[in-house]
């Protein structure tokens, strides 16, 4: 295939991934979720938001040339505040968090679904470890093509829930935003995705990080269930498949990781 022929395939099967469609989007678009429901929910997901330009950044710094870093920095800058008043996705988020009623700096101290800090662990993995290319295509079609399809059921559901525009600005910033940053690293992965090799690093880190956003969405269902019905502590998501491991905050992996 030419490189515009796989990616225009690797895009079909992005959004026809278990991850972009996962049972728990659907009931947040459909059914009534209380802003307690997305305390829970956020509190999970908050830790993946400040840790997407950690990600970007590992990739700059192994970018093969400048074209590839001014791409991936183009979309650092707007994940660094461009765009939304100076104010970065984590600062965003926290206003979010605070509109569900959770404690300031709540988000350091809950404990995280094993899913969710492997999600984490994942892709700090795939942009160290794996082939540049397949850290690309974790980031863009794993991450900026999927984001506006999975949020637009996520603010559907916020706003039934009853939150304000200004409270849910995190998520409606990245319906806008993810597109574009998508289009920047597609034309990124249109110079680079030429040859069977390349096309095959590119869809495996794009799987890679898909099957991870699976398990990590299947981890907050679990959170949620827990949290409605905390008697029947043997409930978990219908499908789960954790990896396993112990509970950490978001505090402990910060230190874990400034400990290299």
């Not at 794993?142 to 559907?156: A, L, Y």
């Amino acid at each position: 295939m030419t490189a515009r022929e796989f990616l225009v395939a690797l895009r079909a099967e992005v959004e026809a991934h278990v991850a972009v469609n996962h049972p728990l989007l659907a009931r947040l678009a459909h059914v009534p979720f209380t802003r307690a429901d997305y305390r829970v929910m956020g509190l999970q997901h908050y830790a993946l938001v400040g840790h997407f330009t950690s990600y970007l950044e590992q990739l700059l710094l192994r970018a093969p040339d400048s074209e590839a870093k001014q791409w991936l920095a183009k979309v650092l800058v707007n994940e660094y505040g461009e765009g939304s008043d100076g104010k970065d996705h984590a600062e965003l988020y926290r206003g979010f968090l605070a509109a569900t009623g959770a404690d300031p700096g709540e988000e350091l101290t809950t404990a995280l679904h094993p899913d969710v800090t492997g999600f984490v662990d994942e892709h700090r993995r795939i942009c160290r470890q794996e082939p540049f290319l397949a850290g690309l295509g974790a980031v863009g079609p794993g991450h900026e093509w999927t984001i506006p399809r999975m949020f637009q059921r996520i603010v559907r559901g916020l706003r039934q829930a009853g939150f304000r525009p200004e409270e849910i600005l995190y998520f409606e910033l990245h319906l806008e935003q993810d597109v574009d940053h998508g289009r920047w690293l597609e034309e990124a992965l249109a110079r680079y995705a030429d040859g069977d090799v390349a096309q095959a690093q590119i869809r495996r880190g794009a799987l890679l990080s898909l099957q991870a956003r699976a398990r990590f969405w299947s981890g907050v269902q679990s959170k949620i269930v827990r949290w409605r019905q905390p008697k029947n502590v043997h409930l978990r998501a219908p499908g789960h498949t954790s990896r396993g491991g112990r509970e950490r905050t978001l505090a402990e992996l910060r230190r874990r990781e400034s400990a290299g």
